[in-house]
């Protein structure tokens, strides 16, 4: 606990504006579930591979025996990072990347997830938990909005120095303990968590080694310069100015003395290091996300290319034009330059369907004015072991996205028709060489630049902190959880002593699994921030109740009304508001989910589906800094082109 000034009134800063009631309820379906990508089924996880005595990576090793090895490497700044990032995304020796994801074959789910969650038999725990009636949950989120505004002013209020009420005439001095709160990653579900955070009852310390929030459904978008990074990135001080946030990669969690092992890079001069510190924490949310799933496919980590960060989509920007620079040296025959000129991305669902409508774009509008000779050497194929792309959307949709991929273009003063787009469904990846892509039927495709978008697979830090917690309810659920932290309703991390929350990408709830989105993440961050606010959380696995002295808010009310009980917390319930996909050349997809019914889907295709996705996407970037930018973007593409300068 830390001695606290307890002067301020209001709650944690938030850098977004408030947004009309209609462009709000239009927005919260959006930005999300476009992100992650559909996971496969894969064998049953193995508790073998979180149990490896012999494992040599850092995130298993003793701190003790760690703390007397040697020196740590010095260098440079960008190399020093590199080597954190390395050894902080590498498995251990031997671990099968196949057996984690979501397991859609699971016919036991449900006795395992109720075999997870505590046990009680007492009736308004049982009703507080059941889930919430759809119109009363609606009305629940629509009144969180109206407390929204009201804090909102509050907060507007109290920056005059003028205070009201039981506030007023209050000491500066007057102080109170307060727990220590470290949350782990500067996503979705942190980014939430933040805006929402009580940061006068709670000290929060943020460790990451981002120290910025990215908007990752344009993530695709500037990979190839339609928008460009910093305009979709808002750096996580101006979320919550009054948390303190410390440039560190987490290593390695230790749950008996409540302390986060932490690297950091360290620079004097031209001279950098990489140091070890402890961070101490009173209640820990786990939100490092995940990192790509390989599933375990030769040469995939070796020679593809991500697409989960700033870094991935700088990359891949350099190697488009580094493809097309290449393919214009005199000496390449015809075979060499399709070769060079051929993207593959393998991938179908939100996150390759996108990049590759966005590629697409980049050819069609650039290729004419840069590249006007190389322009029949172009293709873009995309590869999916399923047989359909964008598996969470409906059928009727799925039709249409193939339509706008496979779709002839017309190019150039010439007005040339190509195929620029070629998809090959039902066709796994086996192995990714240097220069070509063996798939499971043994073809092979040439090819110049490969993207895997493939599905997410855990951190190691994850799968630490898994072993962490040990035999019973956490390892038990893994055969759901399959290498993600199982959770109870509250999001609190099973088999722990109720200290521990996980949110986001790294997280399961095995009661009701969730798709792996940023929608999903983020409304588990501002309730898991209104939760810490008004809750006592016990730590003997009892349910969260209510703290006496908290405030009821409107939001509250309905929220007792539709429990039964003001005692109890409710546990996280999501409200799926649809998804969103962009298919190339002005158009979209948009599925909006009125009611939990698939016949209550609104469904939008073309020109109609772009206004929704870019309305969207605008309206739920961070801050008005980042949506005049973003704007400033598109405006800049559409007059003057994409930058195709390399620095």
């Not at 344009?218 to 460009?228: I, N, Y």
């Not at 140091?275 to 020679?303: C, H, K, M, W």
């Not at 964008?390 to 017309?410: E, G, K, Y």
Request: net charge negative.
């Amino acid at each position: 606990m830390t001695p606290r000034n307890d002067s301020r009134a209001g709650r944690g800063a938030r850098s977004s504006t408030v947004l009309p009631l209609l462009v709000v309820a239009a927005v919260g379906f959006s930005a999300s579930a476009f992100v992650g990508t559909p996971r496969r089924g894969r064998p049953a996880f193995r508790a073998a591979l979180l149990q490896n005595p012999t494992d040599p990576e850092p995130f298993f090793a003793d701190p003790e025996a760690s703390a007397s090895a040697s020196a740590p490497p010095t260098g440079k700044e960008r190399d020093l990072r590199s080597i954190i990032e390395e050894r902080n995304s590498a498995l251990p020796a031997g671990t099968d990347e196949g057996s984690f994801g979501l397991n859609e074959d699971t016919p036991d789910a449900e006795a395992a997830a109720a075999a997870a969650l505590v046990d009680s038999s007492d009736r308004m725990i049982a009703r507080a938990t059941k889930v919430r009636p759809y119109p009363l949950f609606v009305l629940e989120k629509a009144a969180e909005f109206v407390d929204e505004v009201s804090a909102g002013v509050g907060r507007a209020v109290s920056a005059t120095g003028v205070e009201f009420g039981e506030g007023a005439g209050r000491s500066s001095a007057q102080t109170q303990t307060v727990e220590k709160v470290v949350v782990l990653g500067t996503g979705w579900g942190a980014a939430s968590f933040l805006k929402d955070a009580d940061t006068d009852a709670f000290d929060v310390t943020v460790v990451s080694p981002r120290n910025f929030f990215l908007f990752t459904p344009m993530l695709a978008g500037s990979s190839v310069g339609t928008v460009e990074y910093r305009s979709i990135t808002e750096p996580i001080r101006l979320i919550n100015g009054k948390a303190r946030y410390l440039e560190a990669t987490a290593t390695s969690i230790d749950r008996e003395a409540r302390t986060v092992t932490c690297e950091s890079v360290v620079c004097e001069g031209n001279s950098c290091t990489i140091e070890e510190f402890v961070v101490e924490y009173d209640r820990l949310i786990f939100s490092v996300g995940a990192q790509t799933n390989t599933f375990g496919i030769p040469g995939v980590r070796e020679y593809c290319n991500f697409l989960k960060g700033v870094d991935d989509a700088r990359r891949i920007r350099t190697a488009i034009i580094n493809c097309f620079e290449r393919a214009g040296l005199p000496h390449l025959t015809d075979d060499q330059r399709r070769a060079t000129l051929t993207f593959a991305v393998i991938g179908a669902g939100p996150t390759g369907v996108e990049f590759a409508s966005e590629l697409r774009d980049f050819v069609e509008q650039e290729g004419p004015r840069y590249y006007p000779q190389l322009l029949q050497f172009i293709k873009i194929k995309i590869i999916e072991a399923s047989p359909t792309v964008l598996a969470p959307f409906d059928r009727n949709l799925q039709a249409a996205a193939i339509d706008a991929l496979t779709r002839r273009s017309i190019v150039g003063d010439e007005a040339q028709s190509l195929d620029l787009t070629e998809l090959l469904l039902d066709s796994g990846v086996s192995e990714v060489s240097t220069d070509a892509i063996r798939l499971a039927d043994g073809r092979e495709i040439p090819y110049g630049l490969a993207v895997w978008a493939a599905g997410n697979g855990p951190l190691p830090i994850t799968l630490q902190l898994i072993e962490e917690l040990g035999a019973g309810a956490q390892s038990e659920a893994q055969s759901v959880a399959r290498g993600r932290l199982a959770v109870d309703p509250w999001l609190r991390v099973l088999g722990g002593d109720g200290s521990i929350f996980s949110l986001g990408d790294c997280s399961c709830a095995v009661a009701n699994q969730l798709p792996a989105t940023a929608q999903v993440a983020g409304q588990q961050g501002s309730y898991l921030a209104r939760l810490l606010a008004r809750c006592r959380l016990p730590e003997d696995g009892a349910p969260p109740a209510r703290r006496p002295d908290a405030p009821v808010s409107v939001a509250d009310a309905v929220t007792g009304f539709t429990t039964g009980t003001n005692t109890v917390a409710a546990p996280f319930q999501f409200l799926n508001l649809g998804i969103l996909a962009y298919t190339g050349d002005g158009s979209a997809l948009a599925q909006l989910q009125l009611t939990p019914s698939e016949g209550a889907r609104v469904k939008g295709t073309g020109k109609i589906g772009f206004g929704l996705w870019r309305s969207v996407y605008l309206s739920k970037q961070v801050s008005v800094r980042n949506r005049v930018l973003v704007l400033f973007d598109w405006a800049k593409t559409r007059v003057f082109g994409r930058d195709i300068t390399r620095i």
